[in-house]
């Protein structure tokens, strides 16, 4: 797959059942890619051509070159 630039992201789940959603591109947003982490697990992703966007649902740390993030989860 061809990025336009190789930025990438890191989530670091903080309780386990964090879930990493990827959306895809395109006039029609969808889902497209799922991925359930545990505490302490660790996710490195890029967007690509397919993936527009990302959702995090839980409490994970979520690093990217803009900054660092807490998703506080559902609390």
């Keep these: ?4 630039n190789n930025d990438f992201f890191v989530i670091k789940a903080l309780e386990d059942g964090v879930n990493v959603i990827g959306l895809t591109r395109g006039t029609d947003t969808r889902f497209h890619h799922s991925e359930k982490l545990d505490q302490g697990e660790v996710m490195i992703a890029q967007f690509t051509e397919h993936t527009s966007a ?3 649902r839980g409490k994970a740390i979520i690093q990217t070159s803009h900054g660092e993030m807490t998703n506080e989860g559902d609390e």
């Design 1 to 4: 797959m061809t990025t336009s």
């Design 54 to 56: 990302v959702k995090v």
